[in-house]
Antibody, heavy 121, light 108 residues
Framework: DVQLVESGGGLVQPGGSLRLSCAAS????????MDWVRQAPGKGLEWIGRSKNKANSYTTEYAASVKGRFSISRHESNNSVYLQMTSLRTEDTAVYYC????????????WGRGNLVTVSS | EIVLTQSPGTVSLSTGERATLSCRASQRVSGNYLAWYQQKPGQAPGLLIYETSIRATGIPDRFSGSGSGTDFTLIISRLEPEDFAVYYCQQYASLPLTFGGGTTVEVK
């Protein structure tokens, strides 16, 4: 079974940094794009970035709202994708999901359970 | 960026009734690359439909999607108790991927 398990969330002060991890299992990790999507409390979903698959050299893409502050990387050896967040703002407070991009089209066929990041002083 | 607007924001219905949810795009969604997700409180979203009308694995046939261009619809033909949730549309025709603001289907 496909599983995505996030970790690393918590409370951080404005201007601080945090790294989220997403451990994947149940599929050939290197074959798939892996994205991050967030959801502010009581709000909708926002795509924030992606790591493409090995065939596309693990190239990354980012939403404008996080470009230059967030970076995505992945380690094939432990089937994990990471979201490094820097210069955090209060508006970055959200549940962060990692999600697998389906190989038929760029929609999300599997999601992690989510990890809450709270940016507050 | 393609902006998706969902309507209504909330709809109040009873079990057995039909729900019609709308998703309108600010520009044409090429390939009809539009997906729908269901989200229940405290849970991650789950894929319902992709490419406008293709049901994901295991999704019952009371869920159907239609549309093209800029106007898309999700219909739940007969609401079951487990269908009361928030529904999001998402376009994947171009980056950035974008979601609609969601429609809440609540118990009347």
């Amino acid at each position: 079974d496909v599983q995505l398990v996030e970790s690393g969330g918590g409370l951080v002060q404005p201007g601080g940094s945090l790294r989220l991890s997403c451990a994947a299992s149940g599929f050939i990790f290197s074959d798939y794009y892996m994205d991050w999507v967030r959801q502010a409390p009581g709000k909708g979903l926002e795509w924030i970035g992606r790591s493409k698959n090995k065939a596309n050299s693990y190239t990354t893409e980012y939403a404008a709202s996080v470009k230059g502050r967030f970076s995505i990387s992945r380690h094939e050896s432990n089937n994990s994708v990471y979201l490094q967040m820097t210069s955090l703002r209060t508006e970055d407070t959200a549940v962060y999901y990692c999600a697998r991009v389906d190989d038929y089209g760029e929609f999300f066929d599997y999601w992690g359970r989510g990890n809450l990041v709270t940016v507050s002083s | 960026e393609i902006v998706l607007t969902q309507s209504p924001g909330t709809v109040s219905l009873s079990t057995g009734e039909r729900a019609t949810l709308s998703c309108r795009a600010s520009q044409r969604v090429s390939g009809n690359y539009l997906a729908w997700y269901q989200q229940k409180p405290g849970q991650a979203p789950g894929l319902l439909i992709y490419e406008t009308s293709i049901r994901a694995t295991g999704i019952p046939d009371r869920f159907s999607g239609s549309g093209s261009g800029t106007d898309f619809t999700l219909i739940i033909s007969r609401l079951e108790p487990e269908d009361f949730a928030v529904y999001y549309c998402q376009q994947y025709a171009s980056l950035p991927l974008t979601f609609g603001g969601g429609t809440t289907v609540e118990v009347k």
